[in-house]
C-alpha cells in the first residue's frame, strides 16, 4: 500500500494533487507486513472517535481480534505461511468491515477495529462475521492444510468513558475469548 510517483526534471507535470502529498505522510503509519495502520496511529484516531462520540452522544463499539495457536502455526507451516495469513486476516476484516472502521495490527496477530455509531448488538454481528470468514477459509502450505481461528473481543464505549478503559475493556473480552475455550466472540 503506497504511491511512488517519479517524475523527470523536465516533466510538464506539476504537483496540483495534494492526495500525492498525503499518501507519504501516512506511510509510516502502516504495518509493512499487513498494511493495516499501526498501533499509536489507530490510539490516536481511535482517542478523537471517543471524544467526538461523547460530544454526540452516539454510540462506538470497538472489536479486537487474536489469532489463536499463532506459535503452533509458526512452528508448523513456517514464518512466510504465518506472515500470509496475518496479512489475510487484515484483507479479511476490511472485506467484512466494508470501510466502516480503521483496521489496526496492534501487536503480533492481535487486530483491532472501532466502529463510530455501531451498538454492541452491531458491533458483535459483525464481529461474528469476521470470525467465521477467517474460520472457514482453508489455507495449504508444504506442511499440509490448515484453518485459522480467532479468538475476539468486543466493548462498546460507556458514557463518559476514557478511550483507554475502552481499550483495556476490549483486551480485556479478548483475553476471556480465548481462556474460554478458544474461536468465538466475547464481549464485556
Known amino acids: 500500500m503506497g504511491l511512488v510517483l517519479v517524475r523527470h526534471p523536465s516533466s510538464p507535470v506539476r504537483w496540483a494533487c495534494p492526495k500525492i502529498l498525503e499518501v507519504t505522510d ?8 499487513t498494511g493495516a495502520w499501526k498501533r499509536e496511529y489507530f490510539e ?18 470497538i472489536i479486537q481480534l487474536d489469532v489463536d ?14 506472515n500470509d495469513s496475518l ?6 476484516m476490511s472485506q467484512v468491515l466494508n470501510g466502516r472502521g480503521p483496521i489496526a495490527r ?11 455509531q455501531f451498538t454492541l448488538p452491531r458491533a458483535l454481528a459483525v464481529a461474528e462475521r469476521i470470525r467465521s470468514r477467517i474460520h472457514d477459509t ?12 480467532v479468538s475476539m473481543g468486543v466493548a462498546c464505549l ?15 473480552a479478548c483475553r476471556k475469548a480465548k481462556q474460554g475455550g478458544r474461536d468465538q466472540v466475547v464481549h464485556r
Do not use: C
Open 26 to 33: 501516512v506511510a509510516p503509519q502502516l504495518d509493512l507486513l
Open 44 to 61: 490516536l484516531q481511535l482517542a478523537r472517535a471517543v471524544s467526538d462520540s461523547h460530544r454526540a452522544r452516539q454510540a462506538l463499539s
Open 69 to 82: 495457536d499463532l506459535q503452533e502455526h509458526n512452528d508448523v507451516h513456517g514464518a512466510n505461511k504465518l
Open 87 to 92: 496479512g489475510w486476516v487484515a484483507i479479511r
Open 106 to 116: 496492534i501487536q503480533g496477530g492481535t487486530f483491532a477495529t472501532f466502529l463510530p
Open 138 to 149: 482453508r489455507h495449504a502450505s508444504e506442511a499440509g492444510e490448515y484453518r485459522l481461528s
Open 158 to 172: 460507556r458514557a463518559n468513558e476514557p478511550w483507554g478503559n475502552l481499550l483495556e475493556a476490549v483486551d480485556a
